[in-house]
């Protein structure tokens, strides 16, 4: 029998995990909220495409705020669990030089994303990637995968697998917003410097569609 959408993003997020302890220089930990918490420092991709309502939506959009990018899919559990708590992050960051930006992968149809935007009164835009392809170009390998860029369009944080807690997410904003990101955040477990190394690719999304 296939497997779904769900297990195979549980899958990702234990390839993940696995891939950053083996990975020769990959210098992370998993806090209290169990993600996997790196200091990064390389360029945004370009993400681009068409948001949820259609409309043409891109990360350059953001540059000179400081931006989150939010990997989610309305199959993927822990997505759910952080959604509220990223609600609340964006609103207290409203106005504040930051911006939110979704990226959903492997969906079949914007029906169902669009019903959890409604669903938890998501206040910020999602790029549509059925295909996977805009995810992919972040290197991840397991939902949910967040990320923190500064300014200059720079990612400086990543959070990948199980949940993230609001005061881990704030801290690495307040981070990048005072543009110190040298040391370690004070929350939930230590985090060092990784060395600058290519993604790893293993794991990286397919294109089943939804069972």
């Known amino acids: 029998m296939p497997h779904g959408p769900r297990y195979r ?3 990702r997020t234990l390839l993940a995990i696995a891939a950053c302890l083996t990975l020769a220089g990959c210098s992370s930990a998993s806090g209290a909220n169990g993600g996997l918490v790196r200091v990064e420092d390389r360029p ?21 705020k400081v931006l989150v990018v939010s990997v ?19 609103g207290r960051y409203a106005g504040k030089g930051v911006a ?12 169902q994303p669009l019903a959890w935007v409604r669903r ?3 206040p910020y835009p999602s790029i549509e990637d059925p295909s996977g392809r805009s995810a992919a170009s972040l290197g991840y390998t397991g939902l949910p995968a967040t990320y923190v860029v500064d300014r ?21 904003i307040d981070r990048t917003l005072s543009g110190d990101v040298s ?17 790893r690719r293993t794991g990286l999304p397919g294109t089943a569609p939804r069972t």
Request: hydrophobic share 35%; with cysteine.
């Open 9 to 11: 993003g549980r899958v």
């Open 44 to 64: 945004l991709p370009a993400l681009e495409g068409k948001g949820l309502d259609g409309a043409p939506l891109s990360a350059a959009a953001f540059r000179g």
């Open 72 to 90: 989610w899919a309305t199959w993927c559990l822990d997505c759910e669990r952080d959604q509220p708590g990223f609600v609340r992050v964006a």
């Open 100 to 111: 939110f930006l979704g990226v959903n992968p492997e969906e079949t149809s914007t029906a």
């Open 120 to 122: 938890y009164d998501v």
């Open 152 to 172: 200059d369009g720079t990612i400086r944080y990543s959070i990948v697998g199980s949940t993230t807690s609001e005061a881990t997410l704030s801290s690495l």
């Open 183 to 199: 040391g370690t955040p004070p929350v939930d477990g230590s985090v060092t410097r990784a060395r600058r190394s290519p993604p």
